[in-house]
């Protein structure tokens, strides 16, 4: 029995210094090229780490190695940029970042993640400093569980993946001079009248709002993730032949051109109208006309417009010369459909409403607010389902028809083609993020 407990002992020692043996050896030839890539880029720069510290496990994450080198005062001299918002690139193993930019003058202009970062303008050109961290945690680990100095002591995996996988971080810190200037891209060179072109400005530094100058029409900008949107509408009327567009950012003047083509938008026979009353035009125009020239809100909508009514005739379009007894009245800046009674009238896009209320001059009118400028006008409901201050998604009920319906699509001040909306090729959508 003694001789049978020394064996025991014997052979439990013997796998103790078999397993201690195994580890030295693992610890030993586990080197810091067990850590992670540290690859990253900064706009086309390739970033240098100077700092990081890791925990690669071993032994099937029973135990960790600490590879660490505490970050230094180094700081990376990337250049000039000449883009006004330089991309970032992370390896894929980056799970939680963090960010810091500080100006030339030690002011922080951008504290947060990589990610926060894409919405990001630099206020303007100029010296900037960042520090970048890139960790990797495991899925439900947090950076503040892991090893953050430069200890190198051997810890337990916290066995929060399997198989375990390294942990830990690289820091980076650079500077560069911005050096941007805006880029212009119109949607189409050329458009008929009543139709719609796209303005897109990037590349430039700051938020002030560009302004654009155009005999077209009131043209209003508004902030995008990479930069600025506009529309510009070539109203029925105007002239055919080449328009010059102006915008200035940043006190940076670019010239543009557009291309009016001229368009037959026919005739149509309609019946004499009777004459409004002062009461119902001073009443439509307080309530109405203000909605021409108000402020733009943020795009709300994405790819093309539907149309309001499933089921129409259209009566008088766009454009159309309105024949009255045999006579050329004005030309028609709405469209007309008979419709349907009792069915749903809807929301074109996205939007808010800003205005639904009976009207003495237009019955029932609801007005909807799409962003960028663009609002769409819906006149003679036969009941209402929506009130100022709503917001309304594409193809929504906002009330129920009546036998016609009149609807205008105006961007700012100027009446635009409405059937181009319901058209995703058209001129007023760009292919990408439209």
Request: charge should be negative.
């Amino acid at each position: 029995m003694k001789r049978f407990l020394l064996w025991l002992v014997g052979v439990v020692l013997g796998v103790g210094i078999f397993l201690g043996a195994v580890m030295g050896v693992s610890y030993a030839f586990t080197t810091e090229g067990g850590c992670p890539d540290s690859t990253a880029q900064f706009g086309t720069e390739a970033l240098e780490s100077n700092g990081w510290c890791w925990q690669v496990p071993l032994i099937g994450g029973k135990l960790d190695k600490v590879f660490a080198s505490p970050a230094t005062l180094t700081v990376q001299k990337l250049g000039t940029l000449y883009t006004a918002h330089p991309a970032i690139t992370l390896p894929d193993w980056a799970s939680y970042t963090t960010l810091t930019i500080q100006d030339a003058y030690g002011s922080i202009v951008f504290v947060g993640s990589v990610s926060d970062y894409q919405s990001f303008l630099f206020p303007a050109n100029g010296e900037y400093k960042a520090e970048l961290s890139v960790w990797r945690v495991p899925e439900g680990g947090m950076a503040t569980q892991f090893e953050g100095g430069s200890t190198g002591a051997v810890r337990r995996n916290l066995g929060l993946e399997k198989p375990a996988k390294p942990t830990g971080w690289y820091r980076y810190a650079f500077r560069f001079t911005l050096q941007a200037s805006a880029e212009v891209e119109l949607s189409a060179e050329r458009a008929e009248q009543g139709g719609i072109v796209g303005l897109r400005i990037s590349g430039m530094t700051g938020d002030a709002a560009p302004t654009v100058e155009t005999d077209l029409g009131n043209v209003q900008c508004v902030r995008a993730a990479d930069g600025w949107r506009a529309y510009i509408p070539a109203a029925y009327n105007a002239s055919s032949g080449g328009h010059e567009v102006n915008i200035t950012v940043n006190g940076e003047t670019i010239t543009r051109s557009i291309i009016v083509l001229p368009k037959d938008f026919g005739t149509v026979d309609v019946e004499p109208e009777p004459d409004a009353s002062d009461a119902a035009n001073t009443q439509f125009r307080n309530a109405v006309w203000g909605l021409y020239e108000a402020p733009a809100r943020e795009k709300m909508w994405q790819g093309g417009f539907v149309n309001p009514v499933e089921s129409y005739t259209t009566l008088v379009d766009y454009g159309q010369v309105r024949v009255v007894n045999g006579r050329q009245s004005s030309r028609s800046n709405s469209t007309k459909l008979y419709t349907i009674p009792g069915e749903p009238c809807r929301a074109p896009a996205n939007g808010v409403v800003v205005l639904a209320a009976e009207l003495a001059l237009t019955g029932n009118t609801v007005v909807i607010d799409h962003g960028c400028g663009m609002r769409s006008y819906l006149y003679g409901l036969q009941t209402l389902s929506v009130s100022a201050g709503q917001s309304v998604e594409k193809g929504q009920a906002v009330g129920v028809l009546g036998e016609e319906l009149t609807m205008d699509f105006k961007l700012g001040s100027k009446s635009v083609n409405p059937w181009m909306l319901f058209q995703t090729s058209g001129g007023l959508f760009w292919k990408e993020n439209s």
